[in-house]
């Protein structure tokens, strides 16, 4: 399988065993958010930030408005079982390929589900090690259940992706097997917030740059 990837460096890598995955939103590498996110985390945490196209293409336009959006055919076009082989397939590249020891990884919207799945006990060694998700999308209990490392969550107030009940299970989840966790909730945040906001907007504006003090501060502390 070929994942075309976008890689981000900092000008000085403090630790060469060590690096970032960058699990994305339905807008994907092309959306230069993303982009210009990755090479922030990239300067923030002194580590390489490698970002793989997740939709071979296909990303959802960054002209469409996510509010406005029809999914159901695209998501058949890029089934859980397609994203999983293609995050293999980047983990594979930045372990034997790059000889990484340990990866951390922060996880975006549609990217949020699948840093936890990454995370499951099965996959030590060979999976996440550390992870940050920031208003996921579809994620299920039984993927938090399966977290086998320390996982930071940024939430948002008005996000009805991972609302109030959704947020409460994962911390319910998360306490009761004992974890290495933390939940932020950032008022006045809507779904997105930690990578497309509204900067104009005091309240997005400063949960966008909380959520990235988050994953700094996360990935730093336990990478």
């Given at each position: 399988?070929i994942?075309?990837?976008?890689?981000?460096?900092?000008?000085?890598?403090?630790?060469?065993?060590?690096?970032i995955?960058y699990i994305?939103?339905?807008?994907?590498?092309?959306?230069?958010?993303?982009?210009?996110?990755?090479?922030?985390?990239?300067?923030?945490?002194?580590?390489?930030?490698?970002?793989?196209?997740l939709?071979?293409?296909?990303?959802?336009?960054?002209?469409?408005?996510?509010?406005?959006?029809?999914?159901?055919e695209w998501?058949?076009r890029h089934?859980?079982?397609?994203?999983?082989?293609?995050?293999?397939?980047?983990?594979?590249?930045?372990?034997?390929d790059?000889?990484?020891?340990r990866?951390?990884?922060?996880?975006?919207?549609?990217?949020?589900?699948?840093?936890?799945?990454?995370?499951?006990?099965?996959?030590?060694?060979?999976?996440?090690?550390?992870?940050?998700?920031?208003?996921?999308?579809?994620?299920?209990?039984?993927?938090?259940?399966g977290?086998?490392?320390?996982?930071?969550?940024?939430a948002?107030?008005l996000?009805?992706?991972?609302n109030?009940?959704?947020?409460?299970?994962?911390?319910?989840?998360?306490?009761?097997?004992?974890?290495?966790?933390?939940?932020?909730?950032?008022?006045?945040?809507?779904?997105?917030f930690?990578?497309?906001?509204?900067?104009?907007?005091?309240?997005?504006?400063f949960?966008?740059?909380?959520?990235?003090?988050?994953?700094?501060?996360w990935?730093?502390?336990?990478?």
């Amino acid at each position: 399988m070929i994942v075309q990837i976008y890689h981000a460096y900092p000008q000085t890598i403090s630790n060469t065993s060590n690096a970032i995955l960058y699990i994305s939103d339905i807008y994907g590498v092309p959306l230069l958010q993303n982009k210009l996110l990755a090479d922030s985390l990239a300067r923030g945490t002194s580590l390489p930030v490698i970002m793989p196209d997740l939709f071979a293409g296909d990303a959802i336009p960054v002209s469409s408005s996510e509010g406005s959006l029809n999914l159901t055919e695209w998501r058949t076009r890029h089934p859980t079982p397609a994203i999983d082989a293609i995050i293999n397939t980047t983990l594979s590249y930045m372990r034997v390929d790059l000889g990484l020891q340990r990866i951390g990884s922060v996880g975006y919207c549609f990217g949020g589900k699948y840093v936890p799945r990454w995370m499951a006990s099965g996959t030590n060694g060979t999976g996440i090690d550390v992870g940050f998700i920031a208003h996921p999308s579809g994620l299920e209990r039984a993927e938090i259940e399966g977290v086998a490392g320390p996982i930071s969550i940024a939430a948002g107030e008005l996000d009805a992706a991972f609302n109030t009940t959704l947020r409460r299970t994962a911390e319910d989840v998360l306490s009761a097997k004992n974890a290495t966790y933390q939940t932020v909730l950032y008022s006045g945040a809507p779904h997105g917030f930690g990578v497309r906001v509204d900067l104009s907007n005091a309240q997005q504006r400063f949960a966008k740059e909380g959520a990235y003090r988050q994953a700094v501060g996360w990935l730093g502390a336990w990478l």
